[in-house]
Nanobody, 115 residues
């Protein structure tokens, strides 16, 4: 059974940093596509960053230059380093893994940035 578990969320002041982690279990191979999404209260879930197994990455304009997505294939873990956080980054952050054309989601981790 595939499971994604996020960790690393919390409360931070504006300008601070956090690192989110997402570990995939229940598989014996590397996932090709993984991504971070976020959903703020009253808003739709939006794509934050994507990383492909060949190392290619893509970012939402709102986080470019501040967030960095990366992977540790040996640990089947994906990270999101978030720097220079802003109050508008406050949201529940979800990781997603695309496995055999099916989307698997984590349970989400809350990130709150105070002004």
């Amino acid at each position: 059974q595939v499971q994604l578990v996020e960790s690393g969320g919390g409360l931070v002041q504006a300008g601070g940093s956090l690192r989110l982690s997402c570990t995939v279990s229940g598989i014996t191979f590397s996932v090709n596509v993984m991504a971070w999404y976020r959903q703020a209260p009253g808003k739709q879930r939006e794509l934050v960053a994507t990383i492909i197994s060949d190392g290619r990455t893509n970012y939402a304009d709102s986080v470019k230059g501040r967030f960095t997505i990366s992977r540790d294939f040996a640990k089947n873990t994906m990270y999101l380093q978030m720097n220079t956080l802003k109050p508008e980054d406050t949201a529940v952050y979800y990781c997603k893994a695309v496995i055999h054309a099916y989307d698997y989601w984590g349970q989400g981790t809350q990130v709150t940035v105070s002004a």
